[in-house]
């Protein structure tokens, strides 16, 4: 955000991202949308931005690694394989809304279990959906399609459409 806006404030949601029964896609949105509407409520007059990414491998979601070891799994279980990375997005305003998910594909490099144990160990992982940030180490990541500022956590460039649209952004 700090590219797009000179001035916004971070504000933590404590919204519900329970998502049961939806597929990744439409969690991510879901969730984003509750994240913004739990900030709107309390800052009516605000343009308020909501924001999560979920990352699935096979349709299933990998959320943020419960523990070392799990983070070490997920990262074996993508090694050398392609996944997806949807951000969901909800942009408040009074008297507008509007949201979407931006999807990205990510194909891992094959990790070897020293890296992977490497990595783990320097806590990176630990905050992140899918044990990875594709900022962290080149090591990572052979390739991917679509935004890049999607799989890092937040599509800038939709962000800013939507803000031109707003005429919160010239």
């Known amino acids: 955000m700090a590219h797009l806006l000179a001035s916004f404030e971070v504000i933590p949601s404590l ?14 949105r879901a969730i984003a949308e509750r994240k ?9 007059d605000a343009a308020v931005l909501g924001a999560d990414t979920v990352v699935a491998f096979e349709g299933r979601m990998l959320g943020k690694p419960l ?24 942009l408040l305003a009074p ?3 509007a949201s979407g998910v931006v999807r990205s594909g990510v194909t891992f490099h094959r990790l070897s279990e ?3 144990c490497e990595y783990v160990a320097s806590g990176k992982p630990m905050d992140k959906a899918g044990s990875y940030g594709i900022q962290d180490d080149a090591r990572i990541v052979e390739r991917f399609e679509g935004s890049l500022t999607n799989i890092i956590g937040l599509p800038e ?14």
């Open 67 to 90: 523990d070392a070891e799990d983070a070490k799994r997920t990262l074996a279980l993508l090694s050398g394989k392609t996944h997806e990375v949807f951000t969901g997005w909800c």
């Open 95 to 97: 008297g507008r809304r």
């Open 15 to 28: 919204a519900d991202e329970h998502t049961s029964g939806l597929s990744p896609r439409d969690a991510a």
């Open 114 to 116: 020293p890296f992977i």
């Open 157 to 170: 460039e939709e962000i800013k459409e939507q803000l031109q649209k707003f005429g919160l952004l010239k």
């Open 36 to 44: 913004a509407e739990s900030i709107f409520v309390s800052h009516p």
